[in-house]
């Protein structure tokens, strides 16, 4: 009996040891995709403009070592001081997979771009422009306009991970 048990014991190291190799490396192949090193600025950064003024924000792209399939962008701004027409795309966003829309009571606006697999975008460059009016009683305080957190990147690496953005917000 003892013989039986000290048999099962040295079975059951003997398999551990690989088993625990092996999903030890794969644990490892996850570190392996795309860093999030794709970064998105609106430009330029401030603007003064006078009540009724018009201004025309671009989100320029800078993806890294990354190659870009898609970028989904939703801008954010104050509708009691500013009026959007909806974003198109910039020079650098080979097509429009989503037409741009603007809701400009709730303050947003969205546009979703796309390269391919084939032709992925890569580099620097404006994917997406904007336009605003500044609205009567503005005034000279400071208006901000900016990218939300559910803006979202997608790269050929993996399209399901965020090169930029979280994919879930």
């Known amino acids: 009996m003892k013989k039986v048990f000290l048999f099962i014991?040295?079975?059951?190291?003997?398999?551990?040891?690989?088993?625990?190799?092996f999903l030890v490396g794969q644990n490892q192949e996850l570190r392996k995709r795309a860093a999030p090193a794709t970064t998105i600025?609106?430009?330029p950064a401030s603007k003064t403009v006078k009540p009724q003024g018009k201004f025309k924000?671009?989100?320029?792209?800078?993806t890294g070592d990354n190659q870009v399939v898609a970028a989904e962008l939703h801008f954010v701004f104050d509708p009691a001081k500013l009026s959007a027409d909806k974003p198109i795309k910039g020079s650098f966003a080979p097509s429009i997979l989503v037409e741009g829309?603007?809701?400009?009571?709730?303050g947003t606006a969205t546009i979703t771009i796309g390269g391919s697999t084939t032709a992925p975008i890569k580099g620097t460059g404006t994917i997406a422009s904007i336009s605003f009016t500044a609205l009567e009683g503005t005034g000279d305080a400071p208006i901000?306009?900016?990218l939300a957190p559910n803006t979202f990147v997608a790269a050929i690496s993996d399209p399901e991970i965020a090169v930029y953005g979280t994919k879930d917000n």
């Open 101 to 106: 829309a603007v809701d400009n009571t709730a």
């Open 144 to 146: 901000s306009v900016r």
């Open 41 to 43: 600025q609106l430009s």
């Open 57 to 62: 924000l671009e989100a320029r792209i800078d």
């Open 9 to 21: 014991v040295v079975a059951f190291t003997l398999l551990a040891i690989p088993v625990t190799v």
